[in-house]
Structures are given as C-alpha cells and as structure tokens.
C-alpha cells in the first residue's frame, strides 16, 4: 500500500488529467501540452480509420462477388457486422472506466484488431480460403464452404471486438488531452472535436480514394494487406508518443458498484485536489435514493451519476433513426453505383464504393469552414461560445439527413426510367447510361449532415459524462450507429418479406433495375422526418449540462 508521503508532492502538484497511471507519478508538463499530445491521437485515428473504411466500405462487394451471396443478404450481414462493430464499444468502455484505464484498453482492443486484419487478409489471399468464381454463361455460382466462411467472418468479428475498445477510448483519451481545469485548454476542447473528426475522414478519403481502387482493380489480398500494415503504424504511433500524454487515474466507476480504494490516504487527497464537475437534476430524482451517505475518502455507486446517464436516453433514443439512414451509404449506395457508367476519363473506371469519399472531401471542406468562420459568425448573434447548441447542431444534421434520402430517391427513380427507357431492365449485368456521378448530390448531403449531426453527438454525450464515465459516453454515442445498423437489418428483413408478395416482387431484388429502392429511400425520409419532430421535442425538454458549471467530489455532490 502506498503512502501518502511518497504520493503527495505528485498528486498536489497536478491535475486529474496530468497523472502518469505509472505509479501515479505527474507526466512533464513541458511535453505534454493539449495539441501535441492530442496531434498523435488524431494520427492514430487517421490510420485507424483508414483500415476500418478500408474493409467497411466495399465489404459489401466482397460478399456479392466473391462470396455469393445475395443482395439482400449481403446487405444483412454487413448491417450486422457493422451493428455489432459500433455496439462492441460499450464493453471496451466498461473495461476502461472500470478496470484497466483507457490506455491499457487501446493498446490491448489494437493487438486484437490487428490479428483480425491479419487472418482476414490471409482468407482473402489464398484460392482455398474462398469459393471458385462464379461461371457467367451457365449462372453457375459456388457456395462458399462453412470454413471457408468460418475464417472470414471469424476474421470480421475480431476486427469487431477490437474496435470495440478502440474506439471509445481513443477518442475520449485524446479530449482528456484537455485539462478541464486550464480554462484555455477547456475551451479549445471543442475543437479538437472537430479536428478529430477532420482526421477521421481524412483517413476514410485514403481507403476510399486508394484502397477501394486497389481492391477492385489490382486485388483483394494486397487491398486488404494495406489496411493491416495501417493498424501496425498507428499502434506504433500510439506507443511512440506514451511520453507526451496525459492520464487519468481509474479509481473507480459508478458501473460497478462499491469499491474502495486500497490506499484511503491517497483517496482523501485526492478528494481535496480533484474536483471533476457533476451537476445535479430534478429528473430521475428518485435515482437519487440509491445515493447512500459516504465518507469522503471512499468511492461508491453514485446514483447521481446514473441519473445524469440516464437523462441522455431521450436523446439517444431519437438519434437512433439517423444510425439507420447512415447505414445505407455503404450498401444501397454502392449497389446502385455498380449499375451505373463509372467511366471518368477514356476507359477508367472509379469503383462505386468510391463514391463515398466525396462524404470524406465534403467533411474535409466543411470542418474548417464550420471552426473558422460559422462559429465566429453565429457567435455574434447567439453570444455563445459554441456559435448553436449542441443539440442544435445534431437536430441540423438530421434535417439534412432527411434531405439526402429524398434526393437518394428522386435519383434512383431517374436511374430506372433511364433502365427501362433503353431496353435494360432485364439485364442486370448491362451498365446503365447514366453517370455514377448523378449519386454525388446524396453523398454531400451526407458529409453536410455529418458534420452537424455526427461531431455533435460526439462532443454531446463526451460532454454530459462524468469523467470516470466518458469511455462510455463514446461507446453512447458509437451505439447509435451500431443499434442503427441493427434496425436497419431488421427494416430490410420486414420490407424483404412483406414487398416479396406484391406483384412487383421485392424491393431488394438482386436486379437492381426490376428492384424498387427508391420506395425504400422514401420511407427511410418519411420516417426520419417523424423521428426529428420526436428529437426536436425531447431536445427543447432537456438541459444541456455545462461542464464549467458541474461539481463533483469523489464521493460526494456539491449541488
């Protein structure tokens, strides 16, 4: 057991988030400032990202043209892995929040992401790993054997699991970078927000723009052998740059009930030096009775902690709709653009999954326009830091997702009279005359509406946490496009069924042109358009929390 003595210059002589998890020693401050040591988090989340997209974004033509397997069901798988992918990241909170600390957990969640990258792109390399080609003139189409598929969705899931404690705490450990308690760092918190994101589609435009083409024209074993050499460079940034970061200490989490700390003396000084911001609420009140009186050296479940969590279902809840319209850009999107003339110049061809790095470009446009001149600008009118509220921000992106789904079914309703204008309904295989670049307009709709809605949500639930909770407000927020993706597998699944039986046959045929995707698209905007007048009044029903206006004591509220 520690002593006091020999931890107390340390503790006092720092903040909660310059604490080295070391033995408690304090990092150098001299090194690690907010934007350096922030700069090679977002490093690592460019690679990172990078690899994701990588695999996500054309994984949907792996399982169509390698696999075999049906548009509908292709479409399903992916939903799935991507809601579990996006669901995965509560666990790798907890973990974080609870037990190991958020640096521990991404070191560990990477090693495991990159055996999954490993063992997919060896399945996708080797001719026995995957069934023979598909024979055109007889329809003759193998079915992948069950090992076969064993080792590639075994591979998938692993990169799932990794992500999973990626994901929360990369983030959340990188806003850490930002003392809370240095009122200047506090207020560039929200723009490293922002530049995290610039830096997540920066990553994306590379897979989408280079990996994509190389998996679709050179091979898939060398497109997927990139995206691992990726995940390689960005855990040796992540490890290279361990001298400049700043840490918290995990003493405890509100998610796992009571438990005191092992040295009582470092837990009183820390009570009288750190002082993290909690507000208290009058709804869930009756939460509060489960708050049981607690000495100060002592942490346990703070039901008032829980309240806060659970104040945010409303709007989790209503963000829901907008994971599922997110989900189509990576399938739906790219089926529509495989029918389409992807010529640019002379006889190049741009994949369709390609199509998605004008949402990257738009972010990457976007962001420093939104940083550098909508903030100041709203700012002289709304007097707030921020420029808009945060969930003013959020309820913008969702409108606008409304937008891009209206737009998404106009254009599919102009590429089948094009179809059947020109004789080629009945031939799925035939390359519409139509420019794939008609999709471009949905696909800015979507970078627009990502960098309201997505950022926003982001920062939001970070925001609203504890901070012994923050992990896992990313894993919230994450958990709106996994739980997105799910409902979106289960809307394809209900619209599968009950569409086959009409006349016209499934709204998901694999002939795309006999298919009616632009029913679909329009029942996504009419649902999303009841889904924001839901959100618009949760979000005027609910008190933004500031974080300069909350105080918490460890094991104590001060309200």
Same mark, same amino acid.
């Given at each position: 057991m520690a002593t006091v003595s020999a931890l107390e210059e340390s503790l006092l002589a720092t903040s909660e988030h310059d604490l080295d998890p070391r033995g408690g020693r304090p990092v150098n401050k001299a090194l690690a400032t907010a934007w350096k040591s922030s700069l090679f988090v977002i490093g690592v989340e460019v690679a990172e990202r990078m690899s994701y997209y990588g695999i996500a974004s054309n994984l949907i033509t792996y399982l169509t043209n390698v696999l075999h397997q049906s548009t509908a069901t292709a479409a399903k798988n992916v939903n799935i892995w991507s809601g579990v992918t996006a669901t995965l990241p509560f666990l790798g909170a907890f973990l974080a929040d609870a037990y190991w600390g958020r640096y521990k957990t991404i070191v560990a969640s990477s090693i495991v992401y990159l055996l999954g990258?490993?063992?997919?792109?060896?399945?996708?390399?080797?001719?026995?790993?995957?069934?023979?080609?598909?024979?055109?003139?007889?329809?003759?189409?193998?079915?992948?054997?069950?090992?076969?598929?064993?080792?590639?969705?075994?591979?998938?899931?692993l990169i799932a699991l990794g992500t999973g404690g990626h994901k929360p705490c990369i983030e959340a450990f990188g806003a850490d970078q930002f003392d809370g308690e240095d009122p200047e760092e506090n207020r560039y918190r929200s723009s490293f927000f922002n530049w995290w994101y610039f830096g997540q589609c920066f990553g994306a435009l590379i897979a989408l723009s280079v990996i994509l083409y190389v998996?679709?024209?050179?091979?898939?074993?060398?497109?997927?052998?990139?995206?691992?050499?990726?995940?390689?460079?960005?855990?040796?940034?992540?490890?290279?740059?361990?001298?400049?970061?700043?840490?918290?200490?995990?003493?405890?989490?509100?998610?796992?009930?009571?438990?005191?700390?092992?040295? $009582? =003396?470092?837990?009183? *000084?820390? +009570?009288? #030096?750190?002082?993290t911001k909690l507000s208290h609420t009058d709804q869930f009140r009756s939460l509060d009775k489960g708050c049981p009186e607690k000495s100060a050296h002592e942490t346990v479940l703070n039901a008032k902690e829980i309240n806060l969590f659970a104040r945010l279902i409303p709007i989790w809840g209503t963000c829901l709709m907008y994971g599922v319209v997110f989900a189509q850009c990576s399938t739906f999107f790219t089926k529509q653009g495989s029918t389409m003339d992807r010529k640019i110049i002379g006889h190049i061809e741009i994949p369709p999954a390609s199509l998605q790095c004008f949402i990257a470009l738009s972010i990457l446009v976007l962001v420093p326009v939104y940083d550098w001149i909508?903030?100041?600008?709203?700012?002289?009118?709304?007097?707030?830091?921020?420029?808009?509220?945060?969930?003013?921000?959020?309820?913008?992106?969702?409108?606008?997702?409304?937008?891009?789904?209206?737009?998404?079914?106009? $254009? =599919?309703?102009?590429? *089948?009279? +094009?179809? #059947?204008?020109?004789?080629?309904?009945?031939?799925?295989?035939?390359?519409?005359?139509?420019?794939?670049?008609?999709?471009?307009?949905?696909?800015?709709?979507?970078?627009?509406?990502?960098?309201?809605?997505?950022?926003?949500?982001?920062?939001?639930?970070?925001?609203?946490?504890?901070?012994?909770?923050?992990?896992?407000?990313?894993?919230?927020?994450?958990?709106?496009?996994?739980?997105?993706?799910?409902l979106s597998g289960i809307v394809i699944s209900i619209v599968d069924e009950i569409s086959s039986r009409s006349k016209e046959g499934s709204w998901f045929q694999d002939n795309l042109n006999t298919a009616h995707l632009d029913y679909f698209y329009w029942l996504l905007a009419a649902l999303s358009a009841l889904n924001l007048c839901t959100y618009i009044y949760f979000s005027s029903c609910c008190n933004v929390t500031k974080s300069e206006e909350r105080i918490f004591v460890y094991g104590e509220v001060v309200n």
């Open positions: 990258l490993t063992l997919l792109t060896a399945s996708v390399s080797f001719k026995f790993l995957r069934p023979p080609p598909c024979i055109y003139t007889s329809s003759s189409c193998s079915e992948a054997t069950p090992v076969q598929n064993g080792l590639f969705f075994c591979s998938l899931y998996e679709d024209y050179i091979g898939w074993g060398v497109g997927f052998g990139i995206p691992t050499v990726a995940m390689a460079l960005a855990l040796s940034l992540f490890l290279y740059g361990s001298k400049f970061y700043r840490h918290q200490v995990i003493f405890s989490s509100p998610l796992i009930g009571q438990k005191t700390v092992s040295d $009582t =003396e470092v837990g009183e *000084l820390l +009570v009288n #030096k750190s002082r909508f903030v100041p600008l709203a700012k002289t009118f709304t007097g707030l830091e921020q420029g808009i509220t945060v969930l003013q921000r959020v309820g913008f992106g969702i409108f606008v997702s409304v937008l891009a789904m209206v737009v998404a079914a106009l $254009t =599919e309703l102009k590429r *089948l009279k +094009v179809a #059947k204008d020109n004789g080629l309904v009945d031939m799925p295989t035939a390359t519409i005359p139509m420019t794939i670049f008609w999709l471009l307009p949905q696909y800015i709709l979507y970078g627009i509406s990502e960098v309201f809605a997505m950022v926003g949500m982001q920062e939001y639930f970070y925001d609203q946490m504890p901070n012994r909770m923050r992990s896992l407000g990313i894993a919230v927020f994450l958990s709106v496009l996994g739980i997105g993706s799910f």
